[in-house]
């Protein structure tokens, strides 16, 4: 086994589900508050799930990172973007001048956001982009794999390592973002193999495709499917995350997913952002299903496979806002509520203090 294989299995071993008697704590904390049972709804859910990754009914997300993963994708040659490889680069640079999207929300949510080349076509000149590239940019999908089996497991090492080094540095929350032109046709791939479907029920219009743009798009899913052998429904390849990831998926995806086995194994809720980083969900829980325990679905995305990522990680999204805009800023738009959650579990009275009967739970 080479040395980045050791680690991922390793990273597998280690991680244990989240602590059952501290979320059990966190609910009976909710509960004595001077308000209707469960009011807060998942507000409470969210709260009483970090509770169990804190292992501690008195949770915290004081220290906060936006982790985005840059990958070019060769399927951009298949006509299925509206602009080109280059704009992944331009907007990783962005985002080391603070001027992305996710990076104007992080102004005000005591958020950092870290941008990483994990695969662009080139190295990364800015210096606040973190260069980490597996190789530069990937195979198109629609000709051939999208990368060896070897370098997908080096892509989703990366990404345990930063969540590892998150952990040493006191942070408590990892949000899982993405940038990358061509990135949702990789994820329609993925999640045809993963889920059995056909394309045309995943593929969607990304950053904003014609008809006759979506249709390529579709196509060129196709061919990726027949051309890398994951076209059966039931095939063995489909069971295989790094299977299925190192054929038509993405080095965003993979690292993605080491972010979500690294999260768990180091102590970090993680969250999913859009239908991207759910495929990275998807197949950490393949890998390792106690990895699910740390997962949070922050927001439910326009992109037509975000239903079916959800239902296979049995999670429903506390935001529904009609976002797809990827960078993890619908997972980013979900702190401020988390924060009056957690304001709200600390500093609420309980009955007696607030001269209410306490309420009690019906069948």
């Known amino acids: 086994m080479t040395e980045d294989e050791i680690l991922l299995q390793e990273t597998i071993r280690g991680i244990r589900p989240a602590d059952a008697q501290a979320r059990k704590a966190a609910w009976a904390h909710w509960d004595s508050l001077c ?49 080109g490889s280059e704009v992944t680069e ?56 999208a990368m060896s089996r070897e370098e997908c497991i080096s892509g989703i090492v990366s990404g345990i390592r930063i969540a590892r080094e998150l952990s040493e540095t006191g942070y408590d929350l990892l949000i899982t973002g993405e940038m990358g032109i061509g990135n949702t046709t ?13 394309p045309e029920i995943v593929t969607g219009r990304g950053a904003g495709l014609s008809g006759e743009g979506l249709q390529r798009k579709i196509r060129a899913v196709s061919k990726a499917l027949q051309v890398n052998g994951l076209d059966g429904n039931d095939s063995e390849e489909s069971k295989d995350p790094v299977t299925i990831c190192s054929r ?24 999913i952002d859009g239908v991207i980083s759910g495929i990275a969900a998807c197949f950490a829980a393949m890998l390792c299903p106690d ?29 529904q806002a009609g976002m797809h805009l990827g960078e993890g800023t619908g997972a980013a738009a979900v702190l401020p509520l988390a924060d009056q959650a957690l304001n709200v579990y600390y500093n609420l009275p309980g009955f007696t203090e607030g001269n209410v009967e306490p309420y009690q739970h019906l069948k």
């Open 186 to 198: 990789t994820s329609a791939a993925c999640a045809c193999a993963l889920f059995g479907v056909d």
């Open 35 to 83: 308000k209707p049972l469960r009011g807060f709804g998942k507000l409470e859910e969210m709260v009483a799930a970090l509770a169990g990754i804190q292992r501690t009914d008195r949770p915290h997300l004081e220290k906060r990172a936006a982790v985005i993963m840059g990958a070019d994708n060769g399927v951009v040659a298949e006509g299925v973007s509206q602009c």
């Open 291 to 319: 990895a699910v325990d740390y997962m949070f679905a922050t927001h439910a995305t326009t992109e037509p496979a975000g239903k079916l990522v959800m239902q296979y990680l049995k999670q429903e999204p506390l935001l």
């Open 248 to 271: 038509v998926g993405g080095l965003d995806i993979a690292g993605m997913t080491g972010c979500f086995l690294g999260g768990a194994r180091y102590g970090l809720a993680v969250w």
């Open 90 to 145: 331009q907007v990783l640079n962005n985002m080391g001048d603070g001027i992305s999207s996710v990076c104007v929300m992080s102004r005000i949510l005591n958020l950092e956001v870290l941008p990483v080349n994990i695969g662009m076509n080139h190295d990364a000149v800015h210096p606040r982009v973190r260069n980490i590239p597996v190789r530069y940019g990937t195979g198109n999908i629609a000709a051939g794999p």
